[in-house]
């Protein structure tokens, strides 16, 4: 869960997940979620495989694309955690 949590630290990763997992289909390639960032495309490029790597991400090579998804039970256990923390937290 730390490399997930160390992952998601870095504010362009946080703004890269939430674009791929708010996208509509569920899934994204860097031309999707580019727009608005303010790094380099392969910078960005970088910032999802360390996401993939992290196990948040699932990465799928399409022609010259790599279309990236949310892993649900990455984003299941993150939920957990958080709700965990934040029920702690008010107690």
Same mark, same amino acid.
């Given at each position: 869960?730390? +490399? *997930?949590? *160390?992952?998601?630290? @870095?504010?362009? #990763? =946080?703004?890269?997940?939430?674009?791929?997992?708010?996208?509509?289909?569920?899934?994204?390639? &860097?031309? @999707?979620?580019?727009?608005?960032?303010?790094?380099?495309?392969?910078?960005?490029?970088?910032? =999802? #495989?360390?996401?993939?790597?992290?196990?948040?991400? +699932?990465?799928?090579? #399409?022609?010259?694309? &790599?279309?990236?998804?949310?892993?649900? @039970?990455?984003?299941?256990?993150?939920?957990? =955690?958080?709700g965990a923390t934040?029920?702690?937290?008010?107690?």
């Amino acid at each position: 869960m730390a +490399t *997930k949590l *160390k992952a998601l630290a @870095d504010p362009v #990763r =946080l703004q890269l997940f939430s674009a791929v997992a708010s996208h509509a289909g569920g899934e994204a390639c &860097v031309c @999707d979620i580019s727009a608005g960032v303010e790094v380099s495309q392969p910078t960005i490029s970088h910032h =999802l #495989r360390v996401l993939r790597d992290a196990g948040l991400l +699932t990465s799928q090579r #399409r022609a010259s694309w &790599v279309y990236y998804a949310v892993v649900p @039970d990455a984003l299941a256990s993150l939920a957990v =955690l958080l709700g965990a923390t934040s029920a702690q937290m008010s107690a």
